[in-house]
T-cell receptor, first 115, second 113 residues
Framework: DSGVTQTPKHLITATGQRVTLRCSPR?????VYWYQQSLDQGLQFLIQ???????AKGNILERFSAQQFPDLHSELNLSSLELGDSALYFC??????????????FGPGTRLLVL | DQQVKQNSPSLSVQEGRISILNCDYT??????FLWYKKYPAEGPTFLIS???IKDKNEDGRFTVFLNKSAKHLSLHIVPSQPGDSAVYFC????????????WGAGTKLIIKP
């Protein structure tokens, strides 16, 4: 158990809809990262928040947005969903800001299926 | 443009033998490399890392080798155990890129009894 929780585990929705994925980081971790993993692909970095502020942005679509709240949990909002958004979405957390230099702890992921 | 490539989607190894997983990269600015392991229905877990100032890092049964001139790294697992059956991801980051991790597509390792 990494200490990172993600809800829901599974989500099935229709094209054009909007969903919210939730992540609670490990106790003491200030950074939260969001990743997308499409079928048989590597993880694609979407966005990082550190202590409530956006820290780094990857290949995140304009239809997607995220935020980190004062209690450090984070939400990833996906809107105007398309079939191609079907993927596993992982949240990870770390103590500091340098995510590529320190251990990131991953949640079990949310599997999104857009029909 | 795949900056980190794991060309073997899967690898099968006998229990007790050595497992060697390979990873190639194209971006010469990468200076830190990590391996993560992933079991089904779980998120990836950190395994081992190496900085570009080293060419080898060892942690128990796991050793990572880095060949900067070839832009190639490998993960050696000796001896391989059934619990090592998982998907292994190679990831890399560069100073000055906000340390974003760039991931390979993963190699599924199967340890045969």
């Amino acid at each position: 158990d990494s200490g990172v929780t993600q809800t829901p585990k599974h989500l099935i929705t229709a094209t054009g809809q909007r969903v919210t994925l939730r992540c609670s980081p490990r106790s003491g971790d200030l950074s939260v990262y969001w990743y997308q993993q499409s079928l048989d692909q590597g993880l694609q970095f979407l966005i990082q928040y550190y202590n409530g502020e956006e820290r780094a942005k990857g290949n995140i679509l304009e239809r997607f947005s995220a935020q980190q709240f004062p209690d450090l949990h984070s939400e990833l909002n996906l809107s105007s969903l398309e079939l191609g958004d079907s993927a596993l979405y992982f949240c990870a957390s770390s103590v500091g800001v340098a995510g590529g230099r320190e251990t990131q702890y991953f949640g079990p992921g949310t599997r999104l299926l857009v029909l | 443009d795949q900056q980190v490539k794991q060309n073997s989607p899967s690898l099968s190894v006998q229990e007790g033998r050595i497992s060697i997983l390979n990873c190639d990269y194209t971006n010469s600015m990468f200076d830190y490399f990590l391996w993560y392991k992933k079991y089904p229905a779980e998120g990836p877990t950190f395994l081992i890392s190496i900085s570009s100032i080293k060419d080898k890092n060892e942690d128990g049964r796991f050793t990572v080798f880095l060949n900067k001139s070839a832009k190639h790294l490998s993960l050696h697992i000796v001896p391989s155990q059934p619990g090592d059956s998982a998907v292994y991801f190679c990831a890399a980051s560069a100073t000055g890129s906000n340390y974003q991790l760039i991931w390979g597509a993963g190699t599924k390792l199967i340890i045969k009894p």
